[in-house]
């Protein structure tokens, strides 16, 4: 139990679907991110929310929508997806007002796009 | 431009083996940090540790060493006396100070300890 939830651990879905991912956090924390990891490649920052607020949108294509209804929640919206956008998709938190980098990390939602 | 490499893709030991897993990175900031995170087979990366450019100490933590040099842009990562449970992906990490928003990860190394 690693205190971030997410939900559902796999997806596969075609390229006109519309799905969600969801996290749920319940460390008390007040940021949250979304983050990309593909094979072979650096994990991505994705998202950044501080208090509910965007604070970092890392040039991600539109057809990935975030949504942070509270400091709790955070959906990651997703349609007309590509194949390439196949991967592991992690959901992370932090406590704010101290930026320290210690980032808590869900178990992941493996997306398949076929 | 802020970059981690990790050179090593996968490293295979056998138990009670010592290995070091390299970490090499390059920024322009005179001050950041540096991380290591380990993601084992269940997908979640966990932190392990967080060290400041200003401090150059190495440190220790049970089997866990870490070997910063900055006149090599190195962080390294040593597990000593390996185990099975240590079987997993290790990422560094670097940030700077004042916006660790942003980390910048490396690949990863993943490590197989064998019985």
């Known amino acids: 139990e690693t205190g971030v939830t997410q939900t559902p651990r796999h997806l596969v879905m075609g390229m006109t679907n519309k799905k969600s991912l969801k996290c749920e956090q319940h460390?008390?924390?007040?940021?949250m991110y979304w983050y990309k990891q593909s094979a072979k490649k650096p994990l991505e920052l994705m998202f950044v929310y501080n208090f509910k607020e965007q604070t970092e949108n890392n040039s991600v294509p539109s057809r990935f929508s975030p949504e942070c209804p509270n400091s709790s929640h955070l959906f990651l919206h997703l349609h007309t997806l590509q194949p390439e956008d196949s991967a592991l998709y992690l959901c992370a938190s932090e406590p704010r007002g101290r930026s320290t980098g210690e980032l808590f990390f869900g178990e992941g939602s493996r997306l398949t796009v076929l | 431009a802020q970059k981690v490499t990790q050179a090593q893709t996968e490293i295979s030991v056998v138990e009670k083996e010592d290995v070091t897993l390299d970490c090499v990175y390059e920024t322009r900031d005179t001050t950041y940090y540096l991380f290591w995170y380990k993601q084992p087979p269940s997908g979640e990366l966990v932190f392990l540790i967080r060290?400041?450019?200003?401090?150059?100490q190495n440190e220790i933590s049970g089997r866990y060493s870490w070997n910063f040099q900055k006149s090599t842009s190195s962080f390294n990562f040593t597990i000593t006396a390996s185990q099975v449970v240590d079987s997993a992906v290790y990422f560094c990490a670097l940030s700077d100070v004042y916006n660790t928003d942003k980390l910048i990860f490396g690949t990863g190394t993943r490590l197989q300890v064998f019985p």
């Open positions: 460390l008390g924390h007040n940021a």
């Open positions: 060290r400041n450019s200003f401090d150059e």
